[in-house]
Nanobody, 127 residues
Framework: QVQLVESGGGSVQAGGSLRLSCVDS??????????MGWFRQAPGKERVGVAAIDLDGSTSYADSVKGRFTISKDDAKNTLYLQMNSLKPEDTAMYYC???????????????????WGQGTQVTVSS
């Protein structure tokens, strides 16, 4: 059974940076075959798409994070990353990684699209 595990969350002041990672701890998924995404859920709000990366490395971002966040992956290490710079208090949320077998096809930021999910890592940004 696939088990995605996120790490790298924490508490940071506004303007700071964090890098999140997501690994399939059981080495079942081959990331090169999967559309991978990052989502976040703030308290009392719905889970929303943050960034996605397709099989060919093309990326998509939510408008709220464009220019500040960068999604990437290392297929050899089966690891997904989210580099978050210039963090704002409104970025505070639980962050989740997700995987879909196949191309993103323009649906990379759609929660219902994904097959597999991690348990999340908390990011807290203070002003």
């Amino acid at each position: 059974q696939v088990q995605l595990v996120e790490s790298g969350g924490g508490s940071v002041q506004a303007g700071g940076s964090l890098r999140l990672s997501c690994v399939d701890s059981r080495y079942i998924l081959r990331y090169r075959s999967y559309c991978m995404g990052w989502f976040r859920q703030a308290p009392g709000k719905e889970r929303v798409g943050v960034a996605a990366i397709d099989l060919d490395g093309s990326t998509s971002y939510a408008d709220s994070v464009k220019g500040r966040f960068t999604i990437s992956k290392d297929d050899a290490k089966n690891t997904l990353y989210l580099q978050m710079n210039s963090l704002k208090p409104e970025d505070t949320a639980m962050y989740y990684c997700a995987a879909y077998l196949g191309r993103c096809g323009g649906l990379g930021l759609v929660q219902a699209f994904y097959h597999y999910w991690g348990q999340g890592t908390q990011v807290t940004v203070s002003s």
